[in-house]
């Protein structure tokens, strides 16, 4: 009994611990664009036209920011909490991925950048929070991407696990951070990431029976992120 009593008051300590540097992480995360927004405003009154519309247009984008976050940490603290109940139904690969790039459209755009499905097969899966998990796996393997670059999507199935692999148009990634590469708020490649993307998209695909396996590339070949799930 005085075993399992400190077993439990150890989970327990533990469990604040991770709560407290979840809630630390989060804070420093929304202080910085908090702080650039209020900034800002208070120049806004005597800023000449231009640099106010600059005011403004930057404004935005850092709400935009917050707004993901925010929304990306509340997916994340229900999958946390394991109150997401996932509905497999069948879906094709291609109508993933392309649900998957509707919010991805500007980005790739400004980098010019495409998405090529190599081929097509049919997956069981829960399809909006797999498109949620694609989604920030895509975001990933743009802002991995060269302008100009093509991301190629290929899938197929074994008798233990179906897969779709995502291969971004980059340099591939560096064996060191392989290790830290799904830790929440540790990794960011673009000026509006806040490594959380990754991490979710992983919790995602573990809560439906599979993973995500990351070839890192390299010497001129982009990284590949493979997500299995398992049969």
């Given at each position: ?6 077993e439990q008051k150890d989970y327990a300590q ?153 291969t971004d148009a980059g340099e591939g ?59």
């Open positions: 009994m005085i075993n399992i009593q400190k533990t469990e604040r611990d991770q709560l407290s540097e979840y809630l630390a992480n989060i804070s420093h995360q929304l202080k910085t664009p908090i702080t650039s927004m209020m900034l800002m405003a208070n120049l806004l009154e005597d800023a000449p036209d231009a640099q106010r519309e600059e005011f403004i247009f930057n404004i935005k984008k850092e709400l935009t920011h917050m707004e993901w976050l925010v929304s990306s940490l509340l997916k994340m603290a229900r999958l946390d909490s394991g109150v997401v109940q996932f509905k497999a139904v069948e879906v094709s690969v291609v109508e993933l991925v392309k649900s998957a790039m509707e919010p991805l459209e500007v980005l790739l755009d400004i980098k010019n950048q495409s998405i090529d499905v190599r081929n097509d097969m049919t997956i069981s899966c829960d399809k909006r929070w797999t498109v949620e998990a694609f989604t920030n796996l895509l975001k990933n393997a743009s802002e991995s991407s060269k302008y100009d670059g093509k991301i190629s999507v290929t899938c197929g199935e074994n008798p233990i696990y179906s897969w779709i692999a995502i990634i560096p064996r060191n951070k392989l290790q830290s590469l799904f830790k929440r708020f540790e990794n960011s490649q673009g000026e509006s990431g806040y490594g959380i993307g990754l991490p979710l998209a992983l919790a995602i695909v573990r809560g439906q029976n599979g993973d995500i396996e990351v070839s890192p590339g390299g010497q001129g070949v982009g990284a590949t992120f493979t997500v299995k799930f398992f049969k």
